[in-house]
């Protein structure tokens, strides 16, 4: 469970200070998936910095499970846009790094292998970054953050720069891994169609400074052939009024 | 594709070795001066007498450069990573380089040798002074070049201090840190050859200036060929090393 509570998050430029967040109040419930929508720059990526831990500098409170955040003792799986691999460390070597570094784990276990399998990159295990294609950096990057067995899985924008196959390809096998392992989740994106087919519930965002406009419940999540129902397009519709409004 | 680039590489490396010894060969029939020998008998001249005479020089020579260039990277690295990692150290150390980089340093060799004296701890600082300053800047250039996105991912992972200089900072900046000391031996070459023409009976540049003093240009050729011969392989030994290390770019 994720409690965030009057979230505010200011940035100080020089002698000028804008706001990022107003007042965020929002629970993740355990084992859900929320996305998170609006416009660029609306501070989508500055709360997943402060659930992850990487910006300290906020009032109002964020708990995980109770606590306060807290990366040495939670365990955040991060996964970002551009993917945050190592460039000098091989496949195997990233998808570890996480297990290295919390428990100091050095050799990939059963469930480690398993990851990998059905991510199919098993065969890539020697290759370095700058050998694979994005779609392949991001299953690797996919790879660490559930190798890691993660109390929370943020993800920022992770399919925005793959191509539309690929992306689509990727979506369905993250919530096939994601199904089997029910990881809290907030999952940012700018794409609508995206928040429909990820979120159990959708988080939508005023344009800057960030305000959560509301929170939808998503019913077409998981149901089948989701692209070609007619909810789908209705919610659609639905959640681009929510943004024209902001 | 690694291989093939090598092998041209080697071949380049053949061509122009060659080329100097056709040049060389030539201006010694033209000029016939005494300053100028054949190449070949200067050849002769190292194989002859390399064993007996040059080989101790070679040593003294090869421990001062491999000691100074290891001392400035163990000591000029870990400066280099601590300003390009803490911004408050270098805001601290950075004017304090820049300040005293350009400062020629081989003027400073009389304090230096009044302080320290004529021996080998003199030699040794001379050469870290100088290309000291190069490690540190490429190393705190190279931690400043890794991207956010790297450091957050080990960020959320709690990654301690520690576990970010290993996994993060001495990798990426590994190779850039070889890429300096490559360009710094050049440098080195030259000093090791200028602090060895004093205070000391022992060296490469000894050899090169008591042969001149001599009038034995057989000699003082062959002290050159293998001082460089030396710096050639030192650089060698640095490239392919670098060439290992970054094979990930």
Redesign the interface.
Known sequence: MIEIKDLVVKYRRKNEETLALDKININIGTGDIYTFIGPSGCGKSTLLHVLSGILRDYTGSVRIDGRAIDPKAQRIGLILQNYGLLPWKNVYHNTMLGVKIKNDQQVMDDYGRYILQQLGIESLLDRYPKELSGGQQQRVAIARAFILKPDLLLMDEPFSALDAISREELQDLFLKIWKQNNVTTAFITHSVDEALYLGSKIVVFSPAPGRILEVVNNPCFQLDNLRFRDEYYDMCMNLRKILDKG | MIKVLSNTKWQGALYSLVLVIIIWQALSWLLKLPIIPSPFAVLINIIQIFAAKMEIHLLYSLGRIVGGIALSILLGVPMGFLMGYFNRVDKVLSPLVYFTYPVPKIALLPIIMLLFGLGEASKLIMIVLIIIFQIIITSRDAVKGIPQ??F?????????RL?IFK??II??SMADVLTATRLALGTAVSILFFTETFGTQYGMGYFIMDAWMRVNYLDMYAGIIILSLMGFCLFTVIDITEKHIS???
């Open positions: 996105e790297i957050r991912s080990l960020q959320s992972l709690g990654a301690n576990q996994e993060v990798p990426a094979s990930w770019r």
